[in-house]
C-alpha cells in the first residue's frame, strides 16, 4: 500500500519549452503533496505544499510563476516548469501525506530527472 | 526552530561489519524523526521511523535506530553490512502534524567487499 507514482521518469526538453510532471497516490487519498527538488549529490530542497483544491504555498526563493503546481484531486498533482532552462535540470520528487494518523507519513514518488538542452 | 544534521557526509564499512549512521536534531516541538534511504536516480525508501513510542526502532532490512532525548540523537545502526545496502541515507525531522519536514544533508554510505 501507500504507493505513488510519477510520470514521465524523465524527460528531456529544449530551452524555453515547458515541461508537466504528474505525481499520483495510487492506493491512497493524498490530502498533501509535497515537491522536492535534488541537485547531484545534495539532499532534497523543498519547493512547495500543496493541498487539494487550494493554491500551492512556496517556500521562499522558489518562483510560483515558473514552477506551477496544480492539485486538481486527492490522487493528483502536477508541476508544471514554464520556460525550462538549463539550471532547472534537477531530478524532481513528489511525497504524498494521508489525511490521517500521526505522524503523516510521506510517501515518496520514485522522481522525475529533468534535462533542459 | 527546527534541524538535522548528519554528521558524516560519507561512511565507508567493509562487508559484514557493523554500521553508523549519525543523525543530530533540533525541535522545540516533539519531532517525528525518520530514516530514508535512496539507491542511485531513485526515489526515497522509508527505512524506519520514531512515533513517540519505543525508542528503540526497528526498520527494514536489518536497520534500527534509538532516540536518545538527552542526546537529540537519532543513529542508524545494522549489525552486518551488506553490498546493497550502499546508497544515500537522509534522516528526517518532521513536525506540526508532519507539515514542516527537515531533510539532513544526506550520508553516503561504501560497503568494500
Known amino acids: 500500500g501507500a504507493v505513488v507514482s510519477q510520470h514521465p521518469s524523465w524527460v528531456i526538453c529544449k530551452s524555453g519549452t515547458s515541461v508537466k510532471i504528474e505525481c499520483r497516490s495510487l492506493d491512497f487519498q493524498a490530502t498533501t503533496m509535497f515537491w522536492y527538488r535534488q541537485f547531484p549529490k545534495q539532499s532534497l530542497m523543498l519547493m512547495a505544499t500543496s493541498n487539494e483544491g487550494s493554491k500551492a504555498t512556496y517556500e521562499q526563493g522558489v518562483e510560483k510563476d515558473k514552477f506551477l503546481i496544480n492539485h486538481a484531486s486527492l490522487t493528483l498533482s502536477t508541476l508544471t516548469v514554464t520556460s525550462a532552462h538549463p539550471e532547472d535540470s534537477s531530478f524532481y520528487i513528489c511525497?504524498?501525506?494521508?489525511?490521517?494518523?500521526?505522524?503523516?507519513?510521506?510517501?515518496f514518488g520514485p522522481g522525475t530527472r529533468l534535462t533542459v538542452t | 526552530a527546527q534541524s538535522v544534521t548528519q554528521l558524516d557526509s560519507h561512511v565507508s564499512v567493509s562487508e559484514g561489519t557493523p554500521v553508523l549512521l549519525r543523525c543530530n536534531y533540533s525541535s522545540s516541538y516533539s519531532p517525528s524523526l525518520f530514516w530514508y534511504v535512496q539507491h542511485p536516480n531513485k526515489g526515497l525508501q522509508l527505512l524506519l521511523k520514531y512515533t513517540s513510542a519505543a525508542t528503540l526502532v526497528k526498520g527494514i532490512n536489518g536497520f534500527e535506530a534509538e532516540f536518545k532525548k538527552s542526546e537529540t540523537s537519532f543513529h542508524l545502526t545494522k549489525p552486518s553490512a551488506h553490498m546493497s545496502d550502499a546508497a544515500e541515507y537522509f534522516c528526517v525531522v518532521s513536525v506540526s502534524g508532519g507539515f514542516k519536514t527537515i531533510f539532513g544533508a544526506g550520508t553516503r554510505l561504501f560497503v568494500k567487499a
Open positions: 511525497s504524498a501525506q494521508e489525511g490521517s494518523g500521526r505522524p503523516y507519513e510521506q510517501y
